[in-house]
């Protein structure tokens, strides 16, 4: 078995005027939010796919079903974490994760930082670890006609040092 395991995790969500719009833990001031069982943050939904199918446990629907109650207007950060600390005792640690929102809007870059720190901080992980990126589709697909926003990411995990590599 490999030391090193990627893992891809795709996101999306229809828009939603009557929530707010919060997009890697980072709440956007003036924007329609994402509709979703949790807060439809769907950097951070892709992201909890990302580590764990690195890791081999599965996807976000298996840990907080979407219609399990008490995950209803959870904050993705703290399904995050979770499947993070899954994760870990399954052996592995992030080595890093490079996430891309897909999207005409919102501009991200004056928020970026924040993203970036708010999730490596629910990672348990350095803020260089995890990046945050957007890109455009050129008016084309959902994305582009402006109906929601999508999410990539990946997520490169390693065997943890604190880890036997013949219990893995």
């Known amino acids: 078995m490999s030391d090193l395991r990627v893992g891809l995790g795709i996101d999306l969500h229809a828009w939603d005027p009557d929530r707010p719009l919060v ?67 399954a052996g592995w640690e992030l080595e890093n994760a490079d996430c891309v929102l897909v999207g005409e809007e919102p501009r991200i870059a004056p928020l970026r930082g924040a993203m970036q720190a708010r999730l490596a901080e629910a990672l348990g992980v350095e803020p260089g670890v995890v990046t945050v990126r957007a890109t455009t589709t050129d008016k084309l697909g959902f994305t582009g006609r402006g109906e929601g926003l999508a999410a990539v990411a990946v997520a490169l995990l390693r065997v943890s040092q604190a880890t036997d590599r013949e219990t893995t």
């Open 23 to 89: 997009l890697g833990g980072v709440r956007f001031d003036h924007e329609p939010g994402l509709a979703g069982h949790s807060d439809g943050d769907v950097i951070s939904h892709a992201l909890i796919d990302a580590v764990l199918g690195a890791a081999g446990l599965g996807d976000i629907g298996s840990l907080f079903p979407s219609d399990a109650a008490e995950w209803e207007g959870a904050s993705s950060l703290d399904l995050l974490s979770r499947a993070y600390s899954q994760v870990r005792e």
